[in-house]
């Protein structure tokens, strides 16, 4: 069975750090591009970031550059999101997600339980 678990979410003060993990599982992670997602109460799903283990593409969304960095741990099938410089704005659900090949993600194939962060100011 396929599956993304995504852990690492909390509680932090503004100015703070977090770092998310996403463990993958069931499919050939080599050739997958990572991402990614979150949703805020009210608000539509977007893409935070992403990152690919087939030809090691990434990117961010304009709102975490230079504060968030992703990462991916090809041996231990996991991909990373840091997360520093936290703004009460970060708050929201994040979720993880897989597609075949590169980055971006436009209709990911695989999908992981959400873990929540709250940034208090």
């Known amino acids: 069975d396929v599956q993304l678990q995504a852990s690492g979410g909390g509680l932090v003060q503004a100015g703070g750090s977090l770092r998310l993990s996403c463990a993958a599982s069931?499919?050939?992670?080599?050739?997958?591009?990572i991402g990614w997602f979150r949703q805020a109460p009210g608000k539509e799903r977007e893409g935070v970031s992403c990152?690919?283990?087939?030809?090691?593409?990434?990117n961010y969304a304009d709102s975490v550059k230079g504060r968030f960095t992703i990462s991916s741990d090809i041996a231990k099938n996991t991909v990373y999101l840091q997360m520093n410089s936290l703004k009460p704005e970060d708050t929201a659900v994040y979720y993880c997600?897989?597609?075949?090949?590169?980055?971006?993600?436009?209709?990911?194939?695989?999908w992981g339980r959400g873990t929540q962060v709250t940034v208090s100011s």
């Open positions: 069931g499919f050939t992670f080599d050739d997958y591009a």
């Open positions: 990152i690919s283990n087939y030809d090691g593409s990434l």
């Open positions: 997600a897989a597609e075949g090949l590169a980055c971006p993600l436009f209709n990911p194939a695989y």
